[in-house]
């Protein structure tokens, strides 16, 4: 699969690599394609990741991962402009206490958004494996085709996929998985995560 990894930094950089390094085509987009930083996340990525503008990126990708600070959502998706129907996943979150997950629907011009990655410290995105078992990743969209896509990337990458429901959800989603990672972590560190256990 094409995918666009439009924010450089910890998560885009670890999952653009981890999915390369599973196969798939990945273009980082960035305001400066040569700079230093990309040429290192490159070289790491390895011989399936490739980069280019932002523009070019969301051209090259059937998959966008938007991964950008809280200050650029705005400014990054009035730049791309219309997103053509593309999975658009949103890991970014907000630190004002609006949801990034409502904002990102509002602003996101004709584009399939799937709430996902945003629950969980990069840290465990490199390393989501936890002894004989794997963490949750939540899933939030009102596509289920869209969903189903995200699940499978999250699969590719050891995580254990969980649909939390259609959009209506992500707020709550924010708030609760959020209020518990701040009571968690200053015991557990930022590598504490969740799984959700069902029977099948």
Known sequence: MKIAIIGSGHI????GTLWAGKG??????SR?????????????????????????AIVFGEVILLAVPDTEIERVLEEVGDLHHKVLINSTNLRDGRSAGTEVL????????????????????????????????FLNGDDSDAKKIVAQLGHDIGFD?????DSANIPN??????????????????????RVLRRE
Not at 12 to 15: A, D
Not at 37 to 53: D, M, P, V, Y
Request: aromatic share 6%; charged share 20%; no cysteine.
């Open 12 to 15: 885009g950089g670890t999952l």
């Open 24 to 29: 798939h085509q990945v273009m980082f987009g």
């Open 32 to 56: 400066d394609p040569q700079s230093d930083k990309i040429r290192t996340l490159l070289l790491t990525a390895g011989e399936n990741a490739q980069a280019g503008s932002v523009q070019e």
């Open 106 to 137: 509002r602003l996101a011009k004709n584009a399939r958004v799937v709430r996902a990655f945003n629950t969980v410290a990069w840290e465990v995105i490199a390393r989501p494996q936890y002894g004989p078992t794997n963490a949750t990743l």
């Open 161 to 165: 996929p969980v649909d939390a429901g």
């Open 173 to 194: 989603v924010e708030k609760a998985l959020g209020i518990l990672w701040r009571i968690l972590a200053p015991q557990f560190g930022r590598e504490v995560t969740l």
